[in-house]
């Protein structure tokens, strides 16, 4: 099975951004993390970080006929993006949606996503093994 990882803007910045929120480790931590999943799990993992939306959505579409399940932060175009809910409606890839806070708990405007409207599930407040649980959804759930 084959995952590719999306995570949107500014989660680059992971350990240099808002710490109190998401934390001191860093992307780098991160992206090690999802090596130890796959690694564990039995699968490739793929990861891809942008902060453009377009570039997401390029992305996306890229996966078709070659990814078998997607895992998804798009942080803040979680809000806003009709572009990313429909790039996923399209390529009709098993979507799982990760947010490392607990946006529920945050400010009314991020208790909307238009993203998840295309996902089988949303994992938060999980902090980054939200990550590894949603690898382990799909590899259960299509694998
Ligand atoms: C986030 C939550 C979003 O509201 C925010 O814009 C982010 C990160 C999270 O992982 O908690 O950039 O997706």
């Not at 996966?63 to 990313?84: C, E, L, R, W």
Request: hydrophobic letters at 40%; glycine letters at 10%; aromatic letters at 8%.
């Amino acid at each position: 099975m084959k995952i590719l990882v999306i995570n949107g803007p500014n989660l680059n910045m992971l350990g240099i951004r808002e710490p109190g929120i998401y934390g001191k480790n860093t992307f780098a931590d991160l992206l090690t993390l999802l090596e130890d999943a796959a690694k564990e799990l039995g699968v490739e993992v793929e990861q891809y970080q942008s902060n453009h939306e377009g570039d997401i959505v390029d992305k996306i579409q890229w996966a078709y006929g070659k990814i078998d399940g997607i895992v998804i932060n798009p942080a803040a175009y979680t809000h806003t993006s009709v572009a990313i809910l429909d790039a996923l409606k399209a390529v009709s890839i098993p979507a799982v949606e990760v947010h490392i806070s607990d946006v529920d708990a945050r400010e009314p405007f991020r208790q909307k996503s238009y993203v998840g409207m295309a996902c089988c599930k949303t994992i938060k407040g999980h902090g980054f093994q939200g990550y590894r649980e949603a690898m382990r959804y799909l590899v259960e759930q299509y694998g």
